[in-house]
């Protein structure tokens, strides 16, 4: 492994991937973006002229702009981080999530196929497996836990891991697929949970809180999935699928109030709002599979994440405005279009 094809990775986690990579290892990398609301390139200003890096823009669901990426730039990897990522989106349409995410998903895998390239890592998430119990915290999510789809994104995102399934199975290719609990950190787009709510507080709005805020969810510090992502890359049997996790449950409500208070203020800006559908109540990820086999484990524990995003949301507050206000999406056009080929 040496050239890889970062999909998505102007995106929250291609982008802390990127850096993470561009640090922690020799790879060259290749970020191919479509650049849709979620992709900004100013998450990369720090590392754009960084010799190791290349942005090219284009759409997973277009195998000719594959392709061109993948013979230009002798690409023998591709981790897929690409999707349509927001559940509450896929409620309002799943078109696009399915577009992306099954699609351009078999665009690549046909990709990896035809070009016979030498690995192929996908990207998913824990919420393939569905909804878990409240009251028996015992059950966790293990690698074989039945899928069991509840939103449109998360359907989308099994039907690309059973068509990654299939792909290793029938033609024998070397699939990877890693399932991450949710994520923070910094660069994470301010409609997800965590920097939604830090830059509600900051403009000193209301927090909306979806339903009871009950809902329970397994946070994991953006740069241990980047570190889990390369051990199973490294290390990971083809074939096999890895799940990701920080065994840290949290009922949405309490890390709204950790937030409140990390930022000094009180839990009257908390307004609670009609639950979303299908709301997945639990989600806990088992991830002894990764940790036993591969050795790995996060770094960071979470009253030290929610610290440094915290911190990194009040250090840059001109980048989520911009993201709020639309405006990042000037970046590429003055930035990129002319000096790119
Ligand atoms: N955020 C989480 O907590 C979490 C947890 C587990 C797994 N995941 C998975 O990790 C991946 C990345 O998530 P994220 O939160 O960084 O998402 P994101 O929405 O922040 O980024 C997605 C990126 O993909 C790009 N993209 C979308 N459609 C494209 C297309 N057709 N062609 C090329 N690029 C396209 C976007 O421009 C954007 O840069 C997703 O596959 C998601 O399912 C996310």
Redesign the pocket.
């Known amino acids: 492994m040496k050239n890889i094809l970062v999909?998505?990775g102007?995106?929250?986690?291609?982008s802390n991937f990127i850096k993470y990579a561009l640090q922690n290892t020799g790879f060259n990398l290749v970020n191919?973006?479509?650049?849709?609301y979620?992709?900004n390139l100013e998450n990369l200003t720090d590392i754009e002229f960084n010799d190791r890096y290349k942005f090219v823009k284009?759409?997973?669901?277009e195998k000719d702009e594959v392709e061109k990426a993948v013979h230009e730039n002798e690409i023998d990897t591709i981790i897929n981080?690409?999707?349509?990522?927001h559940v509450d989106r896929s409620i309002l349409g799943a078109k696009e999530f399915i577009n992306?995410n099954v699609m351009?998903t078999h665009v690549l895998l046909e990709v990896l196929k035809d070009h016979k390239l030498e690995k192929y890592l996908q990207?998913?998430?824990d919420e393939v497996y569905g909804s878990l119990p409240e009251d028996k915290k015992e059950i966790l999510f293990t690698e074989s836990t039945p899928i069991t789809t509840n939103s449109p994104y998360s359907a989308s995102?099994a039907s690309a891991d059973l068509l990654c399934n299939a792909f290793h199975h029938t033609f024998g290719l070397p699939i990877l697929i890693t399932r991450?609990s949710?994520?923070y950190g910094p660069y994470q787009?301010p409609e997800k949970l965590i920097p939604l709510m830090i830059a509600k507080t900051l403009n000193g709005e209301k927090l909306p809180v979806y339903g009871d805020g009950k809902n329970v969810r397994d946070w994991l510090y953006v740069e241990d999935h980047c570190s889990a992502i390369i051990k199973v890359l490294s290390d990971g049997r083809s074939g096999e699928v890895y799940n990701i996790g920080g065994n840290n449950e949290w009922y949405n409500i309490d890390i709204v109030k950790l937030i409140l208070k990390k930022l000094g203020k009180t839990d009257d800006m908390i307004q609670y709002v009609k639950d979303r559908p299908g709301h997945d109540r639990r989600y806990a990820i088992d991830s002894s599979k990764i940790a036993d086999e591969l050795g790995w484990k996060p770094a960071y524990d979470f009253e030290t994440g929610i610290t440094l995003t915290v911190e990194w949301y009040l250090k840059n507050e001109e980048w989520w405005k911009k993201v709020m206000s639309g405006e990042y999406q000037k970046y590429y056009s003055e930035n990129y279009r002319d000096k790119i080929s």
Do not use: M
């Open positions: 999909t998505g102007a995106g929250f986690i291609g191919f973006d479509k650049l849709t979620a992709g284009g759409d997973i669901c981080f690409a999707a349509e990522s992306t351009g990207v998913s998430t995102k991450c949710n994520n787009f």
